[in-house]
């Protein structure tokens, strides 16, 4: 898929078909998260891929707007790793993670999957919960949960451009 | 391009010819950016378009690992707006607009232009003085400042791949 189109057509989606994702193409999407560009290229985040349907199901106990991944055949959850935070890094794990969760966003659209981010950070409460379930260590941040398989619903264009949101050289 | 081309051979880059980014080209990157996913559908982001030649030389004064900006024939300043935060949203601006600039930097790539990330956020010291410099209001974060040109070097494939950062079910 072009990727102006992929960006542009990219919506949420929380409905999926029963058919599995392959690995094949599960780890295509793997290497577009971790092309994302990262500060100092410190590449801190890290993926746990739940493929395991009663963790699926517990997800949304956890997180309720995340109701759809107890459907979904796989989420990733994209975690940022503390331990990587060098003086000219710190507070920038979360951002990098952000531009991989959309690297993943945008390879499962271009690969004809659907998926959508639910959000953990900056629910503290929300991160323990998650932390515990997957046996992550506390210096680790769960940045969000993405269910992805193929779509069981359509969505058409939504245009979100909007003029008054660009500024010329001066706020 | 292909979108999966276009993520795993985006690099970063610093250095740019004196060709200009035409206005219809910058309109296309922005319209990708604006169609990043947002918390609760927010869209809390806002976008100031530097070409002013002044401005683009002050921006290493502030922030020295930017120096490429001077030369740039353009740089976006991604902000979010921190009055578009209700409870659901509060802290999710900065994730969102990560979100959108790694679709300014693909989108930039994709249409045969160089661009790379410089941080701001989470640099309180460095926003005020670009908060200064662009008479952005107080409530607005600056989160990065991307400068934009036809690439004057060339970058090959990095790999940046690695096994052990994937996790099979738990941690």
């Known amino acids: 898929m072009d990727t102006i189109k992929c960006m542009m057509t990219r919506r949420s989606i929380r409905k999926y078909s029963e058919k599995e994702v392959s690995n094949i193409v599960l780890e295509k999407i793997l290497k577009c998260a971790m092309q994302a560009p990262s500060g100092v290229n410190e590449q801190a985040w890290e993926f746990i891929i739940?493929?395991?349907k009663?963790?699926?199901?517990?997800?949304?106990?956890i997180s309720p707007f995340a109701g759809m991944v107890a459907k979904a055949p796989l989420a990733?959850?994209?975690?940022?790793?503390?331990?990587n935070e060098s003086i000219f890094y710190k507070g920038m794990g979360i951002l990098d993670c952000s531009a991989a969760t959309e690297n993943i966003l945008l390879a499962a659209h271009a690969l004809g999957l659907g998926a959508v981010w639910t959000a953990v950070y900056p629910d503290e409460a929300k991160a323990n919960k998650i932390?515990?379930?997957f046996n992550i260590p506390s210096s680790i941040i769960p940045l969000c949960i993405i269910p992805i398989g193929y779509p069981a619903e359509k969505k058409g264009f939504d245009d979100r451009y909007k003029e008054k949101k660009v500024h010329q050289n001066k706020w």
Chains 1, 2 share one sequence.
């Not at 990733?76 to 331990?83: A, S, Y």
């Open 50 to 52: 739940v493929r395991d």
């Open 54 to 61: 009663e963790l699926l199901k517990q997800i949304p106990t």
């Open 131 to 133: 932390r515990n379930l």
């Open 76 to 83: 990733i959850i994209v975690c940022t790793n503390l331990n």
